[in-house]
């Protein structure tokens, strides 16, 4: 029976009604009083009497009209559904005792609601702080965010609810604490909620709440927070339990969902022990979130005075991956060298503190031994012999095999002859060997070359010439020194007019070679070689040795496999390092600008050509973590470094680590050789479990004592080893329950999308019969008697 039909009657028979309220709820009911067979028989009594009447009334003659005849059989009708509707059928009125239905609202408190987070969108930040403002809250983190929801505006949303339902508010913080029943209680106890629990269990604490509710169908669960979890299952796992309770979740993340700021520098790449005046580059690892497509601006400051000597700017890249980032510097004053490496900008904006790097390094003044050789006085021999005499960190001699048997009489670094003793050639750091005929040399002195790069560890620089150097070296030791193949090389001839101007181009990897920085930058020092004069004489090299690796090539001109032709060449030959000229023209360098960068790429290649370092402070050979500490989970970067290239295996994965922690099993790793440098070696190990670990170098033998490292692996920092709202969890959540995510920005919606939820049965009342109530009686004899009276005064009867 509709609610409207039930009123009519119940107005009929003069019964005043409650009102549906939250104690008390009203319905109409009624019994057969007999047995199913017999309830069967008595309805369809009642169908065959209407059916009757019906046609009685049809087919009935006489003078009354139509109008009047449906009068008298709607009011036989209506006595007789008065008679099996409410007499028969035993109708009452059933009161019960009723609460509306409920609806579980569930807040963080965890640590990570302690953060404030910066919104992009000017018009949310408005809107957060006006609700902030109107709720009377002092700060707009993570956990006030989601108090002023609920009590802005004098606790509008709250109270709205518990018009509607009856709610039951619960504070997450590990384990749930149910807070009062009554709104006022509620109000003062959510001001008082601070984020301070160490863990997040939202999946258990969630879990907790519908085992709470059980007994009940709640209209749906209301959950304020980040939604990050640092124990136990998390909201996306917990939501099928929901599910099957009919609990939909409505998750309102509290939050940005973007990552922090926060910039990390580690892992600090420089030599211990430099030259004065040679450029040094730091070269270090920047991993910053929050940042991707933003500007990040790095300094290099002297330690001592604070004085800013590089900045760099690079632009943040995807969150969480670290780049490489290089500073450089070039020191004029001998002594200990202090340098600091921090952030410039965006400072303001970072969420951390970001620990600067710091390096002590050796500045030292030290006299190179160079012996220079050439077969003929030209241009780049009298140019490069004149700037090396001059320099005082050179102690140079030179060999000329066609000069006049004064020379070595008239110029005090001339030898008569090139060195034939093996020791004595040997006692040079760096040969520089121009357009040299090897017939004057003799057999015994090209193996002696030989023995200086792969004995002694010394440093050779092949300088190409138009008679001998290099296709007279095919047959000779010096061809298995060689980082070209000889056999497909090709010399202008000396007859032929050279016109095509070449300008020489660096390549990524002579970009990052610190002994071609001609300037105080990879970007300036780019720029130089751009400007540098034109060659003209080159030699045509289109095929290189494997691990031949071109610092500088031409601009255009390519080989048969497509690749541009090298002009400058380096090869690792352990334990020395060979490079190859394709030109004798440099001293064309000096034209424009003189001697400046003429003089500045030579004596830095000769530099690097002679760098056999001192051990550091870790020894020859240096083992490195990119971290002393790292979260589990976090992969782990080991690198050795060999400060005494002669000690670096010729094999790029000829280095073993060995890694240990108590109560684990013994880890053997093997590094591999960075691309851009031979004397490094890198791995990374993932997985770790908590614990303090040493690692060693096994391989190669180093000593007694071999070179080592200590780091620890720790559980994550609770609260903060995550502060990004975990939206991915929420929507999860939301969407297996069949229930919905929002943020602050939307949240208000959520009144509107919440069901109305089913009130609960808590007592029955007494009930009140109508069926025998003495005005049904008078209902029906009134029809009864209308029906007659209607009928005699048209002669019916």
Not at 309 to 331: C, F, N, T, W, Y
Request: aromatic share 6%; glycine share 8%; charged share 25%.
């Amino acid at each position: 029976m509709s609610n409207q039909l039930a009123r009519w009657l119940l107005w009929l028979l003069g019964i005043q009604l409650p009102p549906q309220t939250d104690a008390v709820q009203w319905q109409l009911e009624g019994a057969w009083p007999w047995s199913p067979g017999a309830v069967v028989l008595v309805s369809l009594a009642g169908l065959a009497c209407a059916a009757f009447v019906g046609w009685i009334y049809v087919r009935e003659r006489s003078t009354a009209g139509r109008g009047l005849r449906l009068l008298l059989a709607t009011l036989r009708f209506s006595a007789l559904a008065l008679v099996l509707l409410v007499m028969i059928y035993e109708l009452r009125i059933d009161y019960s005792r009723t609460s509306l239905p409920c609806v579980a609202v569930m807040v963080d408190e965890t640590g990570s609601m302690s953060e404030q987070d910066d919104y992009d969108d000017s018009a949310l930040k408005q809107q957060l702080a006006d609700r902030q403002k109107r709720a009377a809250l002092p700060t707009t983190n993570r956990l006030d965010a989601a108090k002023a929801l609920l009590l802005a505006d004098d606790a509008a949303l709250l109270r709205e609810l518990h018009r509607r339902y009856k709610v039951h508010l619960y504070a997450a913080s590990g384990t749930i604490r149910r807070l009062p029943a009554d709104l006022a209680g509620q109000t003062a106890e959510l001001r008082k909620l601070q984020p301070t629990a160490p863990a997040s269990r939202l999946g258990s604490d969630l879990q907790a709440v519908l085992d709470d509710l059980r007994g009940t169908e709640p209209a749906g669960l209301i959950y304020l927070g980040d939604g990050i979890t640092t124990a136990g299952p998390n909201l996306a796992e917990v939501a099928p339990a929901a599910r099957r309770r009919g609990t939909p979740l409505y998750m309102i993340a509290t939050g940005s969902d973007k990552p922090a700021r926060t910039i990390q520098l580690d892992d600090l790449l420089v030599d211990d022990v430099i030259s004065v005046n040679d450029p040094v580059s730091f070269d270090c690892k920047l991993t910053a979130t929050g940042l991707q497509d933003r500007p990040i601006v790095l300094v290099l400051k002297d330690g001592k005075t604070g004085e800013v000597l590089d900045r760099q700017r690079i632009v943040g890249g995807e969150s969480g991956k670290s780049q490489r980032a290089r500073l450089s510097h070039r020191p004029t004053q001998i002594g200990r060298a202090e340098y600091v490496i921090e952030i410039e900008s965006p400072l303001s904006e970072l969420k951390n503190k970001v620990t600067p790097l710091t390096k002590s390094i050796d500045v030292r003044k030290t006299k190179i031994k160079v012996l220079l050789a050439q077969g003929y006085p030209n241009y780049e021999y009298r140019y490069l012999k004149n700037m090396l005499a001059r320099d005082e960190t050179i102690k140079l001699k030179t060999v000329l095999q066609e000069a006049d048997i004064e020379h070595a009489e008239q110029d005090k670094s001339a030898l008569r002859v090139f060195p034939v003793g093996r020791d004595e050639l040997l006692a040079y750091d760096v040969l520089i060997l121009g357009d040299v005929d090897p017939g004057q040399l003799g057999p015994t002195v090209l193996s002696n070359i030989a023995d200086f790069v792969k004995v002694k560890g010394g440093g050779l620089l092949f300088i190409s010439g138009p008679r001998f150097n290099p296709l007279a070296y095919r047959d000779t030791p010096l061809a298995a020194l060689m980082p070209i193949d000889l056999k497909t090389a090709v010399v202008p001839s000396e007859e032929q007019p050279l016109t095509e101007p070449v300008a020489i181009r660096l390549t990524p990897l002579g970009l990052s070679s610190p002994h071609l920085q001609l300037g105080d930058t990879p970007a300036e020092s780019e720029q130089i070689f751009n400007d540098l004069p034109e060659i003209y004489f080159y030699v045509e090299a289109p095929d290189l040795k494997p691990g031949a690796r071109v610092l500088a090539e031409h601009p255009a001109r390519t080989g048969r496999d497509g690749r541009k032709l090298p002009l400058i060449v380096v090869e690792q030959i352990p334990p020395g390092k060979v490079i190859w000229h394709a030109t004798d023209e440099t001293y064309r360098w000096r034209f424009r600008v003189g001697d400046a960068l003429f003089a500045r790429y030579w004596i830095q290649t000769i530099r690097y050509l002679a760098r056999s370092h001192a051990a550091g402070e870790g020894g020859a050979v240096q083992l490195a973590s990119d971290r002393r500490e790292y979260e589990a989970g976090a992969p782990v970067q080991l690198r050795v470094r060999f400060f005494d290239e002669r000690l670096a295996p010729r094999s790029d994965d000829g280095v073993s680590v060995v890694l240990e922690a108590e109560g684990q099993t013994r880890r053997n790793i093997t590094l591999a050789r960075d691309l851009s440098s031979r004397e490094i070696f890198t791995g990374t190990v993932a997985g770790l479990p908590d614990g303090s670990y040493h690692a060693w170098v096994k391989t190669p033998s180093t000593g007694d004592k071999p070179a080592a490292v200590n780091f620890k692996v720790v559980a994550p920092n609770g609260e903060q080893a995550r502060i990004d709202v975990d939206t991915a969890q929420l929507q999860a959540a939301a969407v297996v329950s069949s229930g919905k995510f929002y943020t602050l920005r939307d949240a208000e919606q959520l009144l509107s999308d919440l069901p109305a939820g089913r009130t609960v049965r808590v007592d029955s009342l007494p009930p009140e019969p109508l069926w025998n109530n003495w005005r049904v009686l008078l209902l029906l004899a009134g029809l009864l008697a209308a029906e007659w009276l209607l009928r005699k005064r048209k002669g019916m009867l």
